[in-house]
């Protein structure tokens, strides 16, 4: 079992929908969550994390956590065609700097 | 800041030779990272420094990789010899150590190609 799982999509949402990714992860001692963006031949850059259990929001996106079921997820609202990236989701087990990437689930908004 | 380097940004080489990829980190961060990306597999930590120190190396494939980082502001890996399944994108990565900030800034990445 992969320690950080994620569905790779791609996953096709219409312009202005809500887009949701989903991310389960396998370490119970995870502390902390990222949602990293990936422009096709880009490098990935930070846009969300999460600590505490329940939603973080920041502008379009909203980062939700439940530790219990050890599931994250980011829901970006009225989604933009520049949205279309692929989203990496990331763990970071307590007092470790380092994470751990899923594969990524790539998204794509329809114009 | 000019943020993460990393060079060269691409590199093809024949299975056998030395491959040498740099990174020079965003100034004043205490942690290094050295990532690949491939379709396949995602992106896979492959050795962490802290102040130039290796923290944790069990990501490096096989002995045919190494790395350095012998001041603060440089890092190398090095593949030798390189083989075609070697093919990937290589990022290098740094942060800050502070408490409750644990972002990873990225550099470009090196697309690498054994042929």
């Known amino acids: 079992q992969k320690e950080v799982e994620q569905n790779s999509g791609p996953l096709s949402v219409p312009e202005g929908a809500i887009a949701s990714l989903n991310c389960t992860y396998s370490?119970?001692?995870?502390?902390?969550f990222f949602w990293y963006r990936q422009y096709s031949g880009k490098s990935p850059e930070l846009i969300m994390f999460?600590?505490?259990?329940g939603d973080k929001e920041d502008g379009r996106f909203t980062a939700q956590l439940n530790k219990a079921s050890q599931y994250v997820s980011l829901l970006i609202r009225d989604s933009q065609p520049s949205d279309s990236a692929t989203y990496l989701c990331a763990v970071r087990q307590g007092g470790y700097q380092k994470v751990t990437f899923g594969i990524g689930t790539k998204l794509q908004v329809i114009p | 800041d000019a943020g993460v380097i990393q060079s060269p940004r691409h590199e093809v080489t024949e299975m056998g030779q030395e491959v040498t990829l740099r990174c020079k980190p965003i100034?004043?961060?205490?942690?290094l990272f050295w990532y690949r990306q491939t379709m396949m597999r995602g992106l896979e930590l492959l050795i962490y420094f802290n102040n130039n120190v290796p923290i944790d190396d069990s990501g490096m494939p096989e002995d045919r990789f190494s790395a350095k980082m012998p001041n603060a502001s440089f890092s190398t890996l090095k593949i030798q010899p390189s083989e075609p399944r070697d093919s990937a994108v290589y990022f290098c990565?740094?942060?800050?150590?502070?408490?409750?900030?644990?972002?990873?800034?990225f550099g470009p990445g090196t697309r690498l190609t054994v042929t």
């Open positions: 370490d119970r001692g995870s502390q902390s």
């Open positions: 990565a740094s942060s800050l150590d502070r408490v409750g900030s644990y972002e990873q800034y």
């Open positions: 999460i600590y505490s259990n």
């Open positions: 100034s004043g961060h205490d942690y």
